[in-house]
């Protein structure tokens, strides 16, 4: 039999743990018997979570972290100080190769400062990015970077394409995959001096496929599988879509209740509409990928629930059969070459 | 009988000119006679377009201009080049005097450069903002830059909160209006060079309401009443707006047509809808006015109909009645003092 990938679990990182952290983790067990999990967290907690469910006991291993990084903490700070916190303890397993993959539910900034500092970069690789995959009106497309680099330079842009490029093709099977960058209007030159600068070298980029600019209103249309921006601005996106979807989602529900007519026909059109707007749900697709580090990790919703950390669970899985690390050191040192 | 605000409409610009444009101002100068439109375009198809309606005509004039300046023109070339277009003349009617105000749904780029050379800023403004009032779960927000200004510095941003608070306090009503800074985070300490930058300027401007940072995807919950960002990150907000709104709507009425259960529910819940959801119309609120000029540039969709144009002239109105432009020359010079 082939040996597991194995994943640490922040089992006390976000809103929701560790009842829906270790919840998710035991759904990811149950449903792919690659899969082993490795629970960091106070012991006796999760345990005691742990006699809850039935699972393959040779997939799940609780690792012991009696500290908890709490979301407002300073990053750095808390990575230094809290070596006994789970978040930290999670990252080491990745470090000295116990796990092959981390995901948190954590500090954002917690898990960006440490996946640099505590994993480390792919050699080549200038700043590691944050990649979540967004819905769209054809299926979903990666955004990045998302949170991890503010002012970033071209040459960053340049390899955010390039580890893009490379998830999409071979963690999420879409061939040849279209690479955009995010600007103020479809024409060449338009732009700020960062987008300026980087357009020319994604043209002339001879191993991505890129389709030139893309402006934020055809992003949910679906028209490129990798939308590459600097850190500020997707972060942006990335919350303009939970902003403007939840505040939508309610307002139509807010319509259907204004008269006796209409309620009889929300009745009438639920299961239907719960379908479709299922489809935009940002939290279906997993945790958010942060690409170029030496091992997988991968940063959820502090809101998860046990679907999302499932999610993210499973789709370690394909990362590293794929060996999609391989293929960004391939893709990284072709540049530099 | 006090003076009429005068207004002059580019009816040659945006994608359903002259018909919605010429419809829209009609029905402006039908539904408020403190207004006269001076319909700028090429004189016969104005007039064949006029021949439609019935309007007071001492509230109607048109004024000749014989070339048109398309969407795709290089603004800088077109202004230059085209000085008989509607665009350039109506612009010129508001620099000589002749008219309060400019309205067009023809080229932003145009528009916001011809501001600037041919109107000219108010002493003291550096750069004039692009400013669209935006819909929220609350009502409003003015959204300032959102595409004049990309690369902005921090002085400009102080100058568009300025300017941002005069107009959502005497235009829009809102009393000692919540200022807030676009940001990725909450924290005082986030963001990138240019936001960490402004906002301890803004903490210490006395003369505005200022609340601390935005994340965006509080914008559309309406927690401000004035958003400053950067224009590539306003462009951006304004822009996700459209485009989850408008995939999220399409997606909304194809889950409803799955079933012949979820159909007819569609038929009951139709008109309730159809009301909650217009609230959320960017187009409702007419066009974005164009802050910091010797008088009023209104920029309204290029995809305008006649109810944004309509809106956009009647806009003028308050604007002229408040004297906002004087009131943003004190709030200016105060700064500068």
Chains 1, 2 share one sequence.
Not at 40 to 61: D, H, I, N, R, S
Not at 231 to 251: D, Q, S
Not at 277 to 282: C, I, S
């Amino acid at each position: 039999m082939a040996e597991f990938v194995k994943v640490a679990v922040d089992a006390m990182g976000g809103d929701n743990a560790p009842v829906e952290i270790v919840k998710g983790a035991i759904e990811a067990v149950n449903e792919d018997h690659r899969v082993k999990v490795f629970l960091v967290g106070q012991e006796e907690v999760v345990k005691a979570e742990l006699t809850k469910y039935t699972y393959p006991e040779e997939q799940v291993e609780v690792v012991n972290a009696a500290e908890i990084i709490e979301t407002a903490e300073p990053p750095v700070m808390a990575i230094r100080k809290k070596k006994d916190s789970s978040l930290v303890k999670a990252l080491y397993l990745v470090k000295d190769g116990t796990c092959d993959a981390y995901v948190s539910a954590g500090s954002t900034g917690a898990t960006l400062v440490g996946g640099q500092v505590i994993v480390g970069r792919i050699k080549g690789v200038e700043r590691p990015p944050l990649a979540p995959l967004i819905p769209t009106a054809k299926g979903c497309s990666l955004l990045i970077d998302c949170g991890a680099n503010v002012d970033a330079r071209a040459s960053h842009l340049i390899q955010f394409a390039k580890m893009g490029s490379v998830y999409m093709e071979y963690v999420m099977g879409v061939k040849n995959p279209k690479v955009a960058i995010v600007n103020i209007g479809a024409e060449e030159d338009k732009g700020n001096a960062l987008v300026k600068e980087t357009y020319p070298l994604l043209k002339n980029c001879p191993d991505i496929n890129f389709v030139g600019n893309i402006e934020a209103r055809d992003i949910p249309e679906g028209k490129a599988d990798v939308i590459v921006c600097e850190a500020f601005v997707g972060n942006v996106i990335l919350k303009m879509y939970e902003g403007v979807g939840g505040v939508l989602i309610k307002k139509v529900k807010e319509g259907m209740m204004t008269s006796l007519r209409s309620k009889i026909g929300a009745l009438l059109v639920k299961p239907a509409l719960k379908n479709t707007l299922k489809a935009f749900d940002l939290e279906q697709y997993g945790g958010a990928p942060m690409l170029g580090l030496n091992g997988l990790v991968v940063k959820t919703h502090g809101s998860s629930k046990a679907v999302e950390i499932k999610n993210s669970v499973l789709q370690c899985i394909t990362f590293k059969e794929q060996n999609i690390n391989e293929k960004i050191k391939e893709k990284i040192t072709m540049e530099e070459s």
